[in-house]
């Protein structure tokens, strides 16, 4: 054998001192690093070897190539095999260290809920559209036409004062109340369709604020416009209603009212869920509370909105979603649905 081949065979051991450094417990991944540039590099012992070839006969060459290209492919199995070791073990000291104890209790997320105005209006709503109505939408700044002569106000009526209503020019204001939506709804219909439809909405009056009122306030109004209906069908759905909203075992009472676009008109009261009709001071000591207005609808805003008061009769009703919430919630103070107060509103969470 050449001396070529002698200095080949004295790096035989180079195997086993590789494996001796690689097995060092300290060996991080740039040590690593190092250790490929001592044996890989341009002045690595493998590189001096390639550096013989110029020195050996056309013979030996091959041979001489075989081994090295043999013993480059080890060291680099070698150094690679570690570095995977390495970073698998880098990768699960990782995942130890921040490893999350997930039988500690969270952190309280603090999020939003339905207002109490939205959940009373979301309630009466899935009752009603269960029922087969529709709801409908109008304009909060309306015009004198929609707001009082289709609804049989006419122009000395009280409720067209300037102290009740919040006017933007002479033939439009705020609107008073939702029921312009039903004057709406029944000239779309053309007078020859059956309605029966709710419209909540805000409304705007001219009044002085304090506990039990507000300048502004919601409302629902309801209305059925059909050739077969009467003041049972009134009475029968404003019960379902107010077991709807206060419980099964209420019931309801009806006083004679009056109001110009409903005749005859009704003022609604329900069964104190506090006392059940014993007296006390929810209800005053009568049992009842007064919770909305009623009536089987004119025949005069039959007429104006364009149906045959000969062959359509309806019935129409309008309650105050703050009167209800505040009943069913216990609110005492109407200001406080508006004063966006965490401490009442997160009461109210679904």
Wanted: overall charge negative; hydrophobic content about 35%; proline content about 3%.
């Amino acid at each position: 054998m050449s001396d070529k081949f002698k200095a080949l065979e004295a790096y035989e051991d180079l195997k086993q001192k590789l494996e001796a450094k690689l097995s060092n417990t300290s060996l991080t991944l740039q040590s690593l690093q190092e250790l490929r540039q001592e044996y890989l590099g341009k002045k690595g012992p493998i590189q001096e070897l390639m550096g013989e070839m110029k020195n050996l006969s056309p013979e030996e060459k091959p041979s001489f190539g075989q081994k090295i290209n043999a013993l480059k492919t080890l060291v680099s199995d070698l150094i690679e095999s570690k570095k995977k070791e390495l970073e698998e073990r880098q990768v699960q000291e990782k995942l130890e260290k921040e490893r999350i104890d997930i039988t500690l209790p969270g952190k309280e997320v603090n999020t939003g809920s339905i207002h109490v105005l939205s959940k009373v209006i979301e309630e009466v709503e899935d009752l009603f559209i269960g029922m087969g109505y529709e709801v409908k939408d109008g304009p909060e700044v309306e015009y004198d036409e929609y707001n009082f002569r289709l609804l049989n106000i006419p122009k000395d009526h009280p409720a067209r004062a300037m102290q009740d209503t919040f006017y933007v020019d002479v033939e439009r204001l705020l609107r008073t109340q939702t029921s312009a939506a039903q004057a709406h709804t029944m000239l779309e219909y053309g007078g020859n369709k059956d309605v029966r439809i709710i419209c909540p909405g805000k409304a705007y009056r001219r009044d002085e604020d304090d506990a039990t009122h507000s300048h502004q306030f919601t409302q629902i109004e309801g209305l059925v416009v059909t050739k077969d209906v009467t003041m049972s069908d009134l009475k029968g759905t404003l019960l379902k209603m107010a077991q709807s909203l206060f419980g099964e075992d209420r019931e309801i009472r009806l006083r004679p009212s009056y109001f110009p676009f409903t005749e005859p008109s009704i003022e609604v009261d329900v069964s104190c869920f506090k006392c059940h009709g014993k007296g006390c001071s929810m209800c005053k000591d009568t049992g009842w509370i007064e919770i909305l207005g009623a009536g089987m609808v004119n025949n005069n805003v039959l007429s104006m909105c364009g149906y045959d008061p000969k062959k359509y009769q309806g019935f129409a009703f309008g309650v105050g979603v703050e009167r209800i919430a505040m009943l069913k919630y216990g609110i005492d103070d109407i200001r406080s649905l508006y004063a966006n107060d965490l401490r009442l509103l997160k009461q109210f969470k679904a």
